[in-house]
């Protein structure tokens, strides 16, 4: 209606150097160009609506009026977005969505199956769209999905196929990636063997991007020159980065360190700190009453 009002006179417009304005049809071209899509229109006043859209993987909703004055035509936009629910309303449209490339939407449903978000949990459609995410080179996706790989979630546990999906996160950027594939390879759990050179390699990508547990496994290697050039200066360091953010076993091993002298001059208060952190953690509590019998006995050694 205001368009017909405001564009009736065209020849009168024209000869002005006004142009005419279509309100619905320039709110709906701004917020395409911005990336919208999916959009639905609401007039709630001369040149203003409401609308509802779609941005990727996420739905939006927010206001646009649209200005006229003289010869140009500006837009005020107010807008917020958030990450599709996909549950029982939106699923269908999320499946259509996954199957046309979103890839973050084919996560989004993994996650929605896996933990039963408005919808029963079911294992099985948690890996098939985790499992589109992740051929969409979603890191989070392949981390998911290794990992379910690795506890038979919704798929049959198969543990080679796990390394790959935690070497493809890991190759993305993914942090849990690199570390999981690392705990894979130092632990005899997987493949009835450790094989330290791999662990290595993705612990130390993994500790480097600040991974506490990564960096207490790393230092074990160097400690025992496994995969790595024995290293116990190095693996100090490892282990007190590890204990810093709460690695338990990572204090219990620097206080075993420190108190048997293991390639480092004892040191019975280091060792004591190191193990009331473990304690703390929930392990190595016995071990503060021996090292403190032990400094006892030092202080009474000196005194005689």
């Known amino acids: 209606m205001h368009y017909l009002r405001i564009c009736g006179a065209v020849g009168l417009l024209s000869l002005l150097g006004y142009a005419c304005v279509d309100y619905r049809k320039e709110a709906r071209t701004r917020l395409e160009r911005d990336g919208l899509a999916d959009l639905e229109l609401k007039e709630i006043g001369k040149g203003s609506f409401e609308f509802k859209a779609r941005r990727g993987s996420e739905a939006c909703k927010g206001t646009i009026a649209i200005n006229k004055g003289g010869s140009s ?32 939407v084919c996560w989004r449903l993994g996650v929605v199956f896996a933990r039963g978000v408005g ?6 459609e948690a890996a098939r ?26 798929v049959s546990k198969d543990y080679i196929k796990a390394t790959k999906l935690f070497e493809k996160a890991c190759d993305q950027g993914s942090t849990l990636g690199c570390a999981n594939l690392g705990l894979m390879y130092h632990s005899a759990d997987f493949f009835g063997r450790t094989h330290p050179r791999r662990a ?12 506490a547990g990564s960096c207490g496994r ?11 050039t024995k ?41 004591l700190r190191a193990f009331e952190r473990a304690c703390k953690l929930g392990t190595g509590c016995a071990m503060i009453g021996r090292v403190k019998r032990f400094m006892a006995k030092e202080k009474a050694k000196r005194g005689k």
């Open 73 to 104: 035509t500006t837009a005020m936009k107010s807008m917020k977005c958030a990450p599709l629910a996909c549950d029982a309303k939106q699923r269908e449209k999320c499946k259509r969505l996954c199957t046309a490339g979103e890839t973050k």
């Open 119 to 124: 919808i029963a949990a079911d294992p099985k």
């Open 129 to 154: 769209w985790m499992q589109k995410a992740c051929d969409g080179s979603h890191a989070m996706a392949c981390n998911a999905l290794g990992d379910r790989f690795v506890k038979g979630k919704g």
């Open 200 to 211: 290595a390699k993705f612990l130390k990508k993994a500790c480097a991007k600040n991974h």
């Open 218 to 228: 790393l230092a074990s290697l160097y400690k025992s020159g496994s995969g790595v």
């Open 231 to 271: 290293d116990v200066k190095k693996a100090i360091e490892l282990y007190e980065k590890a204990c810093s953010k709460d690695v338990a076993v990572a204090c219990f091993n620097l206080g075993l360190m420190y108190e048997g002298g293991s390639g480092v001059a004892e040191d019975y208060p280091r060792a």
